[in-house]
């Protein structure tokens, strides 16, 4: 599966960005989808997920009542939808796909980052 994920740029904080992440792959229904950034200096951290069965979703404590994941089988695309943005939330995203059922999810396929900037 390959992933390609678009939608970065620059917003001034309590902004809004919608990022999506195309995959290659007809199967795309079958993987979970989740996305993660990483801010310079810090580690990659888990954003959000969603399932790819039901829908379900998983949020990290810092993005809850902002940030929303939904998808697209029909156009294999995952959105990220970013709303009332933070400096804190500056960072490179990066989608990824798991095949897993069960959360937890184990991403095996990651795209190549897009960078977000939220200025104060």
């Known amino acids: 599966v390959q992933l390609q994920a678009s939608g970065g740029g620059l917003v001034q904080a309590g902004g809004s960005l919608r990022l999506s992440c195309a995959a290659s792959?007809?199967?795309?229904?079958?993987?979970?989808m989740g996305w993660f950034r990483q801010a310079p200096g810090k580690e990659r951290e888990f954003v959000i997920a969603?399932?790819?069965?039901?829908?379900?979703?998983y949020y990290a404590d810092s993005v809850k009542g902002r940030f929303t994941i939904s998808r697209d089988n029909a156009k294999n695309t995952v959105y990220l939808q970013m709303n009332s943005l933070k400096p804190e939330d500056t960072a490179v995203y990066y989608c990824?796909?798991?095949?897993?059922?069960?959360?937890?999810?184990?991403?095996?396929?990651w795209g190549q980052g897009t960078q977000v900037t939220v200025s104060s």
């Open positions: 990824a796909a798991s095949p897993d059922h069960y959360y937890p999810y184990e991403y095996r396929y």
């Open positions: 969603i399932s790819w069965s039901d829908d379900s979703t």
């Open positions: 792959r007809r199967t795309f229904r079958s993987y979970a």
